[in-house]
């Protein structure tokens, strides 16, 4: 369980990283454009659409991101009642029931990139649009990793043997 954690807090420190450089990419251009239209009556054309795909992947990496801290969308009222083992049968059956529909949103995903990268259609200089939408069965992809750390770590709290203490 040691090297599966491990593994996931590289996996976070790498997200982590990639969040900061796409969202100062997002301030620094969003800047540059406002400061370009407003002074000089220009700016970069291919800017507005590049920013509008990092938030795209903004989105997606924050999500695998809060679904690494367990700060996904959840409702905690019934299981408030619940003892901790309880607690974690619960969340076994809930990150299952995610990994599933993370399995067949990626799966769409990865026919829909496949279609737009036959189609051959370009986003902004000469960058083909299926290089921008890689994010989303990625996205898809990462979150299922995230669930699937989080199912193993409440399989073990809910039905691994107590640690005894000396």
């Not at 299981?79 to 599933?100: D, Q």
């Not at 036959?118 to 989303?136: E, N, Q, R, Y």
């Amino acid at each position: 369980m040691t090297l599966v954690r491990s593994l996931d807090r590289l996996l976070t420190r790498i997200e982590f990283g990639f969040l900061v450089l796409m969202f100062s990419a997002i301030v620094v251009l969003s800047f540059a454009q406002v400061v370009l239209r407003n002074l000089f009556d220009t700016g970069f054309l291919w800017a507005d659409t590049l920013i509008r795909h990092l938030v795209l992947w903004v989105g997606f990496i924050g999500a695998a991101l809060a679904a690494g801290e367990e700060r996904h969308i959840g409702i905690d009222a019934v299981t408030h009642f619940f003892p901790s083992r309880g607690k974690s049968i619960v969340r076994i059956f809930t990150y299952l029931f995610a990994i599933v529909v993370c399995y067949y949103l990626a799966d769409a995903a990865l026919t829909f990139l496949i279609d737009e990268r036959d189609a051959g259609s370009v986003i902004m200089l000469s960058i083909p649009t299926w290089i921008a939408l890689l994010i989303i069965p990625t996205g898809y992809a990462l979150i299922a990793v995230h669930f699937v750390v989080k199912l193993i770590e409440h399989l073990i709290k809910a039905f691994g043997k107590p640690v005894q203490a000396f």
